[in-house]
């Protein structure tokens, strides 16, 4: 497993670049992603999806379905796109400190 | 993450390799092999040798004794499965299963030639417990067993999804997914596995599903779809958990909880068993219908099975309904029997709508979702209107499993063409037991094979192709939750412009519900046809 150090903090990281647990999430991950992502500006509603999934991942353990991203936040799927180009779960989710979904999906 | 060729990069070199098999090394290049199992996956999993490797590494940090438990490992297996000493025994090398195979043509290996493939394992199994390859070694076929035998097995036993389609040709009835069954049980021996497949396998262990959905988010998440389906139809649904004395245990895969399209399939489910006033119950604790246990051992796959046995004995059900899921019929339709039965604490199913018995199920207990809707339709107990389904020209995919496993190819196309009006079958030596794979079962659908995944699709895609040019279809049905979350990168990279769905989300949108308010939508939110004018919440 990679090491990765950002301002001071010190992130575990996956082959994917996902950190390995979400304890180790704080805003500076977010910074330090968002390059990598394509992202070059944080909005204000690049954070709500951003929270969104963390008030959810605390609560139930998991990410939230894409359905119940798009209805809490009021964000269609391609807006969330549009934000995070590579999507709700390779990008939103890895911003946001939380694993990737695995199984069927 | 290996970045995807472009459909045009994905050029096929047919060309003889410059060595013999035998000296040839697979390349480990990105986008060709699957991220290795993580060790606390393998712990939870009670997996030997659990530890942190890498695939392109030289060294793969085997045990020091590797050599030893592999060979007795094979013994084990040879002992404990005649099949496997048949097929390692019987094979003439006709050549009949080589282009069967959807990597083969998708990737031009040699190696995913199904006969080699199988040769990979057979090559050492003559050199230890054969008289001929130990006397006369490479001539019969027989080589060594070394350290870049232990890589190739891992590299081609996880390209090979067991799909099962080489064996239909097989003159002796090879079935190369038990060989691929098999390398990958001693593979696991030796503390070698994928993380997609162990991952899914440990998180059932420990919350009842491959996603690790706790019970309290499984509840939610289905509660959600109560919600969707009142905004949908103004119908509400009560479905419930973990409730005993109810007659039916209904358990699906949990993709079909939490990832689209299967969640509108999930959908469909939960209005059928509304509609007809089915008791049934839905499990926190059996909330899976796959089984990544099949892609790990035996033994695995034994513990996975016997917790949906183990419910429906608790919840004192008389039988349980399967979801549209690929794998977990293999499993029940083929070894749950004798592997963790027999079920005789449960009854053999009869549908209390239509008092039809499953004499088929007779010994599993367990009945697919389509071949009971099927029997509902037969028997006149559904309100359909096709008409819904009309902004879908529809053709289907037959998943692997349930085709090849157990036969099933006729109970999804008359459901299919009891609740839509435009329905194309794609060409017949790529569907029912001819059907070709969606190139990332068994535990490959993760995004790092995506290159191999998207090769290995390539047959199924053209078939796709086929009708979509011909006929205009536009959505491609399936009985699978892999399936219905790999088919639709593959439509999007290989034939733009066709969705994929399952069978009830079909069901669902067709259903004629008591008390509905007029439809203008389908389960996504999408206008029926003449209904796109029609200002539409969004849902």
Redesign the interface.
Known sequence: ?ATVEFKGKSFDV???GFISSFDQWNPEWVEYVKASEGISELTEEHWKVIHVLQDYYR????AP????LTKVTGY?LKYIYELFPSGPG?GACKMAGLPK????? | ?AKVPKPSELLLDYALPKAEWMDTKPDFRPGTWC?PGKAKNLDVLQLPHAR?WNPPDEDWKLPSNWKEIIFEGLRDCLDKYRSLRIFMDVCVRCGACADKCHFYIGSGDPKNMPVLRAELLRSIYRKEFTTAGKVLGKIAGARELTEDVVKEWFYYFFQCTECRRCSVFCPYGIDTAEITIIGRELLNLLGLNID?VV??AA?CFMNG??????P??FK??IE?FVD?IEAVNGVRVEPTFNRKGAEILFIT???D????P??YTLMGYLMLFHEIGLDYTWSTYAS?G?N?GLFTNHDTMKKLNAKMYAEAKRLGVKYIIGGE?GHMWRVVNQYMDTMNGPADFLEVPVSPITGTVFENARSTKMIHIVEFTADLIKNGKLKLDPSRNDHHNVTYHDSCNPARGMGFFDEPRYVIQNVCNNFHDMPPNTIREQTFCCGSGSGL?T??FMEMRMRGGLPRANAVRHVHDKYGVNMLSTI???D??VLTPLMDYWVPGVGVTGVHELVGNALVMEGETERTTDLRGEPLAGMEDIENE?V
């Open positions: 497993m996956d082959e994917d609560k139930h353990g998991i379905m894409v359905r119940i269609k390779k979904p695995t199984g069927c999906v | 993450m991220y942190e997609w991952g899914p998180n599903n491959h996603l690790g959905i706790q309290h988010a939610d998440m959600f969707e895969p949990s993709g909880v939490f990832a689209d299967g969640t899976e796959g990544f899921c659908n995004d790092e699978c939750a892999i219905r979350a969004d």
